[in-house]
């Protein structure tokens, strides 16, 4: 098993962030991932830097292995998207892959363009995963669906083409992106809706690496952890489809103005002892994940970095 760290652009600014990735690197931990948001979740969250600029930077200057999560479709366009993944491809070979999801309204009711029914969306993004799967293999793509793509090709590629990893945090979306992904990755939830979810895209024929991603929060004592939860996580404890359709982070804040400790937690694995949250860690992991991204959901990170680098790697590791 791996333990990364993951870099949060709507919770922190993304100079900031480079050196908490740089500081979480000097720690111990094995790889990173990140998020691409136009909006944060909550104006309390408040950044928004452009992921893409900023992972030529970490990959630049870490020898971390790195991800992103990423919409194709409406703000960014499959070729575009083809091209950025090939780029970064080719000058860190092996240290980036690319999850690939139906995206949230959040993020992509910038563009005016209508904002369709789930399945609609679904059915697009596997439009542009096929379609970006042939450009990397260096095919000219013209495509006239969900998308339209005109003679488009992209010259600089990588020799290995970077994993595409499929996003779901429900069975029926995890035994969906079996059919297309190189890999799974979900979120926290309780042990046996991740076992379905991973027999699920196992059972469909799902194939490589299956990663979580942990919400969590600690701090020396429990009402630190729970404040810090409360403040940054509590407009991210609603599901769909809440959380793919509303579209401003004002309107989050609206929503979760009544939302306690209690409705956080459903969200983030919250508690002040570091031995409680190395052993959470290893219960989720053993249902059959690889790798685990811990995401400290406060936006202070160096206390976490060194605490968990300290404490609770070496003893996840032994």
């Known amino acids: 098993m791996r333990i990364g760290f993951h870099a949060s652009h709507e919770q922190i600014a993304p100079s900031r962030l480079l050196a908490d990735l740089q500081h979480a690197e000097r720690a111990g931990f094995d790889m990173a991932m990140c998020s691409d948001h136009l909006s944060p979740w909550s104006e309390r ?9 900023w992972l030529g930077a970490a990959l630049a200057t870490t020898d971390l292995e790195l991800g992103c999560v990423c919409a194709p479709g409406v703000r960014y366009h499959p070729a575009v998207v083809a091209q950025k993944i090939a780029t970064l491809a080719e000058m ?67 020799d290995v083409p970077p994993r595409l990893i499929g996003p779901a945090v429900s069975v029926a979306s995890a035994g969906r992106v079996a059919a297309w992904a190189d890999g799974l990755v979900t979120i926290n939830q309780p042990v046996e809706v991740l076992r379905d979810i991973v027999s699920a895209y196992r059972d ?16 020396p004592t429990l009402e630190e952890a729970e404040a810090i939860a409360l403040d940054q996580w509590r407009t991210n404890v609603f599901t769909e489809p809440v959380n793919w359709d509303t ?28 031995a409680w949250h ?41």
């Open 247 to 274: 579209e401003t982070a004002e309107a989050f804040d609206v929503m979760a103005e009544h939302v306690g400790i209690d409705g956080v937690r459903r969200a983030v694995e919250v508690s002040e002892d570091l």
């Open 204 to 219: 469909a024929g799902g194939q490589g690496p299956l990663a979580l991603q942990m919400h969590l929060s600690w701090a």
């Open 92 to 158: 860190f070979p092996g240290r980036f892959w690319t999850a690939l999801g139906s995206g949230e309204a959040s993020n992509e009711h910038v563009t005016g363009v209508r904002w369709p029914p789930k399945e609609e969306r679904t059915r697009r993004l596997e439009e542009c995963v096929d379609v970006i799967r042939r450009l990397l293999a260096g095919e000219e793509v013209t495509h006239h669906g969900r998308v339209t793509v005109d003679r488009a090709r992209v010259w600089e590629r990588p």
């Open 278 to 318: 190395r052993d959470r860690i290893a219960e989720l992991a053993a249902v059959g994940f690889d790798d685990v991204y811990l995401h400290f959901v406060g936006q202070e990170q160096d206390g976490f970095i060194d605490a968990f680098g300290e404490h609770v790697l070496p003893t996840l590791r032994g």
């Open 45 to 53: 969250q408040g950044h928004s830097g452009y992921a893409w600029s």
